[in-house]
Each structure stands twice: as C-alpha cells, then as structure tokens.
C-alpha cells in the first residue's frame, strides 16, 4: 500500500479556475482528488481566506479539511479545531496611526463575514464588494477582545507612510487597499499534520501565487503550477501545467499518486 501523503491546496489559480464569483473546478480535477481520497490519502485547502469567507468553498469543493485565514485557522473532519487571532496590540498600534494619518481602515474582530468601519470612507475609497462593511460609530478596536483582520484603503505610493506597517503581517491584493492577515500558510499545515499524527516529509503542497511562497518548504513536496509566478516556480520541487490544462492531475501521475486513466 502507498504511503499516506497530506495533500495541501491553494484554491485562486491552483484548484480553482477564473475570477472569484465565476470560477470552476477543472474535471481532471475533480478526478484527482476523487482518486487521491480513495487511495487514503488526506486532502485539504490551504487558503488565505478566514474561515468565514472559505468554508461555503470548502463545502461546494467537497473538501472536509482546510487551513484558513493564512495559516491561522485548522478545520479537521469538518469541525473548526481553532483561529488565532493576530497580535492584537501591534493591529491597534497600525489602525491608530492610520486615524491619526487620516487614512480610511477597517478591521474583522470575529469569525464572521464583515467587517467594521468607524465612517463610510473605506468603502468610498475602494467600491469593494469581498465582504460586507458595517459602519459602527465611534468605533475603537479597543472595546473588541481580538483581532483577525485590518483593512487599510492606501495605494501602493503611500505604503511608506505608515510606519507601523512592518509590525504586521500584510498583502496587496488590489490597487485600493491592503489586507493585514496572517500570511504563514506552512505553519497551520504543520500544526494540522501534528495533530494527525503524520510525518511532515509526507506534505505535498500546490499553489501558483505570491501568498504560497510560504508553504514552499524544502522538508516536503512543493508542485508549482504552470500558471505561478516564476518566484514560485524557482522554489518548486516540480513544475505542472497550468490549472486549467490538467496540472493537478498530471503532477499526480508524475509522482504515482494516481494513475494515468483520462
């Protein structure tokens, strides 16, 4: 019988095919994992989203297994073992200088899919639609026991402004705004290894975008898409093709994780 392997998945560009809101899951897709479950294998996300935002996408995707919010949360069998919030001083310490600064921000205190602004600025500067905003008066991060994510309408010219922006983990995604999440994918696969008692050299990890480069570790198996930054790809144990041309199923042929049956 093979050896089990932890199979780890990004969803945007790896799983997933197209722009969020009208994506879709290659068939030779659906058929690796399919096989990969069959033959024992533990398959799960490996995803920057909170576990608010991911866990209608793990579900549609049939998945029962998920490292969310960037390494911070672990959803084993379906039932969320755990989120660790970011450092709440160093959040609070950012958001007041961007209230001194004048710069619009926003914050998630829970597991819940919004967030909280003090005015309607943040919204007026970026039109975003990733999650409802909430307008609370008089807002202060202070009356909140923690904090998960920051929200921080500044384009890239003006990130330099902001000198407590280096204590916290962050990424831009957009041109209006950055996100302040966790961005250390390998470490929620570890602990979700651990707690199954599992060997780290037997983790198989596939991503294609900047926020992967942190579970690209050379104690496991790393498979670059065909359709990753070259950054990634330098870090790979393996390039596939891209997603949308069968690249999970023909890296699993390649390594005899499944056979060759399309």
């Given at each position: ?49 909170s576990y ?119 990424v831009r ?17 570890r602990k ?71």
């Amino acid at each position: 019988m093979m050896k089990r392997k932890y199979f780890f998945f990004d969803i945007d560009g790896t799983l997933a095919v197209g722009q969020p809101g009208r994506q879709y899951i290659p068939e030779s897709t659906k058929y690796t994992l399919e096989k990969l479950k069959e033959a024992g294998h533990f398959v799960a996300i490996a995803t920057g989203r909170s576990y608010a935002m991911a866990k209608e996408m793990m579900e549609n995707m049939h998945f029962h297994n998920m490292v969310s919010d960037g390494g911070n949360g672990i959803t084993i069998e379906d039932q969320l073992i755990g989120i660790e919030p970011l450092n709440f001083e160093d959040c609070v310490a950012l958001i007041e200088e961007c209230q001194e600064k004048n710069i619009p921000w926003a914050f998630s205190p829970d597991n819940k899919v919004r967030r909280l602004a003090p005015d309607d600025r943040f919204y007026e500067a970026t039109h975003d639609f990733y999650m409802k905003t909430k307008r609370v008066e008089h807002l202060n991060p202070r009356d909140y026991d923690q904090i998960y994510k920051v929200y921080i309408a500044i384009e890239k010219e003006d990130e330099n402004k902001l000198k407590t922006l280096n204590l916290v983990p962050w990424v831009r995604f957009h041109k209006e705004y950055i996100f302040v999440e966790p961005s250390d994918k390998a470490k929620g696969i570890r602990k979700m290894v651990e707690h199954l008692h599992g060997n780290i050299e037997d983790v198989v990890v596939f991503g294609d975008e900047k926020n992967d480069l942190s579970m690209f570790k050379n104690e496991w198996t790393s498979i670059a898409m065909g359709n990753a930054i070259d950054e990634l790809k330098e870090r790979a144990s393996y390039v596939t093709t891209s997603c949308d041309h069968d690249g999970i199923y023909n890296a699993c042929v390649h390594f005899g994780w499944i056979k060759d049956e399309l």
